[in-house]
């Protein structure tokens, strides 16, 4: 059922107005969705007179929609552990996370090595360990375990001022949990700095 649903008449296979205008069709949980509704939830939020980040706007506009259709379709999981770096102590916190989308920092030359060096050992400054209350830097490792057929990467290309970073090579095919997973869109970013500039679609013809 998800694969007919997510198969709509204009041949994408993620469609936001094919997905609003099937939601209603099925009336999941007896409740409609409309996509007034969804425009009008998300004018609150942003504003036609100030430049947004983009991912920004999908993640917004993917909660408003919240629907479980969209959560099955959409999820990525993973294993985070952040051990105390205290000699004392070496307390260790593991958690399983699911979300809709995965942020990742550009510490590769392409989104493959992007995605494997997101999952190596990093440090965390100034972490507060809940079992001794120690300030230190400790460590954190994030583990992607399993993916849904549809995956949404945003590469962070802006630093903490704002301004844009070198993008790295997008890769064709990647590798996330041991499965193969092919580029179908990108949403691109043109200009200097988060404040200017223009966002721009490509989209991969589907055979």
């Known amino acids: 059922m998800l694969h007919d649903f997510l198969t709509c008449s204009c041949k994408s296979p993620l469609c936001i107005e094919c997905i ?5 069709k099925l009336r999941f949980e007896k409740q409609q969705v ?3 509704c969804v425009i009008s939830a ?11 980040d983009a991912f920004d706007f999908l993640s917004t506009l993917l909660g408003k929609i919240n629907s479980p ?15 105390c770096s205290n000699e ?32 190596r050992k990093q440090a965390i400054p100034e972490y507060v360990c809940d079992n001794c209350q120690m300030i230190k830097t400790s460590s954190i490792i994030q583990e992607i375990t399993s993916c849904s057929r549809f995956v949404i990467l945003q590469i962070k ?25 092919k580029l179908k869109a990108e949403i691109l970013h043109l200009g200097g700095s988060i404040l200017e500039g223009h966002y721009y679609s490509k989209k991969k013809s589907i055979i």
Do not use: R, W
Not at 71 to 82: C, D, G, H, P, R
């Open 20 to 24: 609003v205008k099937k939601l209603n």
């Open 34 to 36: 409309s996509a007034e």
């Open 42 to 52: 998300m004018k609150s939020h942003f504003s036609l007179d100030v430049q947004d």
């Open 69 to 83: 259709l969209i959560k099955e379709a959409l999820v990525i999981s993973f294993v985070q552990t952040i051990t």
């Open 88 to 119: 004392y102590c070496l307390h260790t916190e593991t958690e399983d996370l699911h979300e809709p989308s995965l942020s990742i920092s550009i510490n590769g030359h392409d989104v493959q090595s992007c995605i494997e060096n997101f999952q």
């Open 157 to 181: 290309i802006f630093n903490n001022s704002q301004a844009k970073l070198q993008s790295p090579h997008i890769n064709n095919t990647i590798k996330l949990a041991g499965d193969n997973y």
